[in-house]
């Protein structure tokens, strides 16, 4: 899952982006609310982790400027502000929920996965299927015909965004934002490597190709060779 953290409180972002990295989460932050209505509007995020107090703009005010462009990914607020009047502002704005500082890591966890059985995204359905293949977001794991595949973070990533996009093209562009979150070298040849190591686990378990190279493009998931 890609993670938009706005969060202008250093202790407290390093909190989150610890705990999220660990669960194999790809994570963002931003520490003002100007930036954070740009980037959510310029990316692609699975869910927004909002504070409320930033500079420039409040998270109100940064939720209400998102949905106004139309922008439909799940928001979770956080905020030291518990008054009924404050989460009810934030969740009139178009916030998904709303969670009040100081937090125990392990309830945010509960509620990205209370928000992914909502299914307000089809990016946070819990398991994404794809003929053999199987993703478990909640415990952030993949199965090829029941068996569990052995993928470093990085590879579960990129194996999680084509399953996403099964039978479309994947350029390296988007495998860049969405596997090493921008910080990839353009000229480099990480996305072949990585992708020639998720290939190669992948056929250890079928004799069907599944991630296919289409020339001068990118790749696909897909159980024949695109046309």
């Given at each position: 899952?890609?993670?938009?953290?706005?969060?202008?409180?250093?202790?407290i972002?390093?909190?989150?982006v610890?705990?999220?990295t660990?669960?194999r989460?790809?994570v963002?932050?931003?520490?003002?609310?100007?930036?954070?209505?740009?980037v959510?509007?310029?990316?692609?995020?699975?869910?927004v982790i909002?504070d409320?107090?930033l500079?420039g703009?409040?998270?109100?005010?940064v939720?209400r400027r998102?949905?106004?462009q139309?922008?439909?990914?799940?928001v979770i607020?956080?905020t030291?502000?518990?008054?009924?009047?404050?989460?009810?502002?934030?969740l009139?704005e178009?916030?998904?929920?709303y969670?009040?500082?100081p937090?125990?890591?392990?309830e945010?966890?509960?509620?990205?996965?209370?928000?992914?059985?909502?299914?307000r995204?089809?990016?946070?359905?819990?398991?994404?299927t794809?003929g053999?293949?199987?993703?478990?977001q909640?415990?952030?794991?993949a199965?090829i015909?029941?068996v569990p595949?052995d993928?470093?973070?990085?590879e579960?990533?990129?194996?999680?965004?084509?399953?996403?996009?099964?039978?479309a093209i994947?350029?390296?562009?988007?495998?860049?934002q969405?596997v090493?979150?921008?910080?990839y070298d353009?000229?480099?040849?990480?996305?072949?490597?990585?992708?020639?190591?998720?290939r190669?686990?992948l056929q250890?378990?079928t004799?069907?190709?599944?991630?296919?190279t289409?020339?001068?493009?990118?790749?696909?998931?897909?159980?024949?060779?695109p046309?």
């Amino acid at each position: 899952m890609r993670v938009l953290l706005v969060e202008d409180d250093p202790e407290i972002s390093r909190f989150i982006v610890r705990g999220l990295t660990e669960e194999r989460h790809l994570v963002d932050l931003v520490t003002d609310g100007p930036s954070a209505v740009e980037v959510a509007a310029a990316e692609e995020y699975d869910v927004v982790i909002l504070d409320v107090m930033l500079p420039g703009a409040d998270g109100f005010e940064v939720c209400r400027r998102m949905r106004q462009q139309g922008l439909d990914v799940p928001v979770i607020m956080l905020t030291a502000r518990d008054a009924v009047a404050d989460r009810i502002t934030g969740l009139d704005e178009g916030a998904d929920d709303y969670l009040v500082k100081p937090f125990a890591f392990e309830e945010l966890l509960a509620r990205l996965r209370a928000l992914s059985r909502r299914g307000r995204s089809r990016h946070l359905t819990h398991q994404l299927t794809y003929g053999p293949i199987t993703i478990d977001q909640r415990a952030h794991r993949a199965l090829i015909d029941g068996v569990p595949l052995d993928l470093t973070a990085t590879e579960y990533r990129l194996l999680e965004f084509l399953t996403r996009r099964a039978e479309a093209i994947v350029t390296r562009d988007q495998l860049a934002q969405h596997v090493w979150g921008g910080d990839y070298d353009p000229l480099s040849n990480n996305a072949d490597v990585y992708i020639g190591y998720v290939r190669r686990k992948l056929q250890a378990h079928t004799s069907v190709p599944l991630i296919h190279t289409v020339r001068g493009l990118g790749y696909m998931l897909r159980l024949a060779p695109p046309g």
